[in-house]
């Protein structure tokens, strides 16, 4: 059975993956069985044990270096992902695989300090939204590139905000960007970005000429949606991916017991590249490229 460590109890991804492994009935009619959530790590104490409760996590920790010897792996779900680096960097150093739960970082420097220490770990180690791999999305991009020959154009829209009390537009915008980097693929090359009234609306170029928007939704009703458009096609997607958690959970334990990184540090890099220029371009009024932010 392979033991999982979770790190931050303030996020509903903590129940999520705890019901995934721990109870008899799993997650949303889903179950992971050869796996357990074995020990907790928050800093408030009352949440901490609702979630334990909750997903009948038989271990609360106190100090993160208690969980070092009890766990094979570590999943690092905090809101905030400005936490991530701190928490994440014992067990990388310490060998021991990690998930790090959306954002991977709030910040680019974060991120490649994660990136590389588990890559000098020669650990296995990855992050993404569990949007990015749902069964859903797999289907969508399979059925674009039968029917929709070379995409040029689309959108991914999400919630998200500026002003988010979770590091800003890291926290959610996190979906909308990896949704745009699944479908489109890596390599934007810039953003520009206009906020108003609480929405964030941002074009993207990429290298191969594709010209895709974001909507960043602060201020309109809780929806994902992602349309794309090609030279031969178009279709869209709609609505949330209810098998998403036990999708990533699956993939997280592939990279966690081979080893092999799912992501490549670039892959996993970008989005935050993304999200940060649009910070940027916001700020500055004027497009952005994601070399200034790297």
């Known amino acids: 059975m392979f033991r999982l460590g979770i790190i931050g109890s303030d996020n509903s991804h903590a129940e999520a993956f705890s019901k995934l492994t721990n109870l008899d009935e799993g997650y949303n009619g889903l179950k992971i069985e050869d796996a357990r959530v074995t020990h907790i790590y928050g800093t408030d104490p009352v949440r901490t044990k609702e979630v334990a409760e909750k997903g009948k996590i038989p271990n609360i920790v106190t100090r993160l270096e208690d969980m070092l010897a009890g766990v094979d ?7 905030h992902g400005s936490k991530h680096l701190r928490d994440t960097l014992p067990f990388l150093k ?7 739960d959306k954002p991977l970082a709030s910040s680019v420097a974060d991120a490649r300090q994660l990136i590389e ?7 296995g180690f990855t992050s993404f939204s569990t ?6 999305t797999v289907a969508y991009i399979e059925e674009l590139k039968k029917t929709a020959g070379t995409l040029t154009a689309g959108c991914s829209s999400g919630p998200a905000k500026l ?10 915008g996190i979906h909308a960007v990896q949704m745009m980097n699944a479908v489109w693929g890596y390599g934007c090359e810039s953003v520009q970005a206009v906020a108003h009234n ?22 309109a009703k809780y929806a994902f949606h992602t349309v794309a ?5 178009w279709k869209e997607m709609t609505g949330e991916a209810s098998t998403s958690y036990y999708d990533g959970m699956k993939i997280i334990l592939d990279v966690m017991r081979t080893g092999k990184w799912v992501l490549t540090p670039e892959q996993m890099l970008e989005p935050i590249q993304i999200l940060a220029a649009i910070q940027k371009s916001v700020a500055e009024g004027r497009e952005v490229k994601l070399a200034e932010v790297s």
């Open 198 to 219: 609480n929405n964030c609306v941002a074009v993207c170029k990429f290298a191969g000429g594709a010209l895709v928007t974001l909507n960043l939704m602060g201020n």
């Open 117 to 123: 220490t588990a890559q000098q770990a020669k650990v």
């Open 163 to 172: 002003d988010d009390e979770y590091d800003g537009i890291f926290f959610y």
């Open 131 to 136: 949007l990015y791999f749902a069964q859903s």
């Open 229 to 233: 458009f090609g030279t031969e096609g």
């Open 73 to 79: 792996g570590v999943l690092c779900v905090w809101r």
């Open 94 to 100: 310490a060998g021991i695989p990690a998930f790090v």
